[in-house]
Each structure stands twice: as structure tokens, then as C-alpha cells.
């Protein structure tokens, strides 16, 4: 089956500064990956996802990510850090069934 | 169009009881899938359901544990025996299927804390 790793177990950025997390899949053929953000005793909501086509996708809340098959990643950026984006991000991959990472949290510093 | 609805949203149950938790799937999904989320760690892959089968239990623990997704009405996760160990949130998700254009929905989770 396929699977996801999310190398940062905790990651912490001071509002305003830019924020990469990353993501690394196994699968064998192309998957459909997705970022997912789950706030404090919440349900996850979906960011962003990647089926086909272009390789760097937009998401809500000024999110993006970039596919790199070369590099089986499916990193998460965003240019400038809110106090608001503080939770925890999982990424997913849609191969025979749905995976997840084991999540990144994030903490904003003011 | 309600989304994924599980309940309870909060469930206590003492050791050596059962615990049963629902997910009704958004309306035309017919795929459900199963996650245990511990305290500190991330989602862990249960259990993947289509109406009627059981495509992958890979995740889901040898004894006790066991789901179904009838033809009508809400997807179960049945814990027999619970033990502390159990407590957890369980996620429940939904989507059209697994490939083509689809994104699964999440439900808001069951809180269960055993006793």
C-alpha cells in the first residue's frame, strides 16, 4: 500500500516569516495527494489537493503546494505565517485507499 | 447537503464495556474510511468501507475492534472489551471513491475516553 511521511513532527515560525512543511510519499504510480489542516479539537478541513496537470496548486487561506514526482514530495508553503495558521497539518495520498502522514504541528511565535 | 455526521461527539465508557460509533457519510458518498487519531500523534489508518464490504482492515486491531457499512443507514465502529488504551478521537471520512476527482470529507470525530 502506499504511504506518507511528514519528516517535522513540530514546527515553529514567527508570524509574518515563511513556512515550508514537508511531504513524502511511496506509490507506485502517480497518486492524488492532499494537504489537510486540523485546528484544536476540530474535524480536518481540506487545503488543497493534486490530481493532474499543474504541478503547483493553490489552496485556501493562501496555501500552496508542488508536486515533484522526481522527488516523490508534495511539499506545503506559505509566504507569510498568521497567528490563525497555528494547528496541525496532515498530508494524504489517494492510491488503493487514503493514507496519512503522521502530521506536522505548527506554532506561530508573535 | 449535511456533511459527514458522527456521533456520539463524546462517548465515556468504563473498561469491559462496548463502544459504538457512527459516521452517516455525506449523501451519494458510498465510500467510508475509519481513523484513530491518539493523544499527540497523528491519524492512523483504520479501516476503508464500501457500502456492504470491507475493502481494506489492514489498520484495524486483530481483536475487538470490528466495522460495517450496511446498505442502509450509518457506518459503525464497534469496540468490544474497551481498555484504556482506546481512548482516542475516531475520524470517519467520506468521498465518491478513491480515484477520479474526489476528496474525502471528514466527520468532526468521536472523543471516546474509557474509564
Known amino acids: 500500500a502506499q504511504s506518507v511521511t511528514q519528516p517535522d513532527i513540530h514546527i515553529t515560525v514567527s508570524e509574518g516569516a515563511s513556512l515550508e512543511l514537508r511531504c513524502n510519499y511511496s506509490?507506485?504510480?502517480?497518486?492524488?495527494l492532499f494537504w489537510y489542516v486540523q485546528s484544536p479539537g476540530q474535524g480536518l478541513q481540506l487545503l488543497l489537493k493534486y490530481f493532474s496537470g499543474d504541478t503547483l496548486v493553490q489552496g485556501i487561506k493562501g496555501f500552496e503546494a508542488e508536486f515533484k514526482r522526481s522527488q516523490s514530495s508534495f511539499n506545503l508553503r506559505k509566504p507569510s505565517v498568521h497567528w490563525s495558521d497555528a494547528a496541525e497539518y496532515f498530508c494524504?495520498?489517494?492510491?488503493?485507499?487514503?493514507?496519512f502522514g503522521a502530521g506536522t504541528r505548527l506554532t506561530v511565535k508573535p | 447537503n449535511a456533511g459527514v455526521m458522527q456521533n456520539p461527539r463524546h462517548l465515556v465508557r468504563r473498561r469491559g464495556q462496548e463502544a459504538r460509533l457512527r459516521c452517516s457519510p455525506m449523501k451519494g458518498h458510498s465510500h467510508v474510511y475509519w481513523y484513530r487519531q491518539l493523544p499527540e500523534e497523528g491519524l492512523k489508518f483504520m479501516v476503508y468501507?464500501?457500502?456492504?464490504?470491507?475493502?481494506?482492515e489492514s489498520g484495524m486491531p486483530k481483536e475487538r475492534f470490528s466495522a460495517e457499512f450496511p446498505k442502509e443507514g450509518p457506518s459503525i465502529l464497534r469496540i468490544q472489551q474497551v481498555v484504556r488504551g482506546d481512548s482516542a478521537a475516531y475520524f470517519c471520512?467520506?468521498?465518491?471513491?478513491?480515484?477520479?476527482?474526489?476528496?474525502?470529507?471528514f466527520g468532526q470525530g468521536t472523543r471516546l475516553t474509557v474509564v
Open positions: 506509490y507506485g504510480a502517480t497518486p492524488y
Open positions: 471520512a467520506s468521498s465518491l471513491g478513491t480515484r477520479g476527482n474526489t476528496e474525502a470529507f
Open positions: 494524504a495520498v489517494v492510491g488503493n485507499d487514503m493514507r
Open positions: 468501507l464500501q457500502k456492504e464490504n470491507i475493502i481494506d
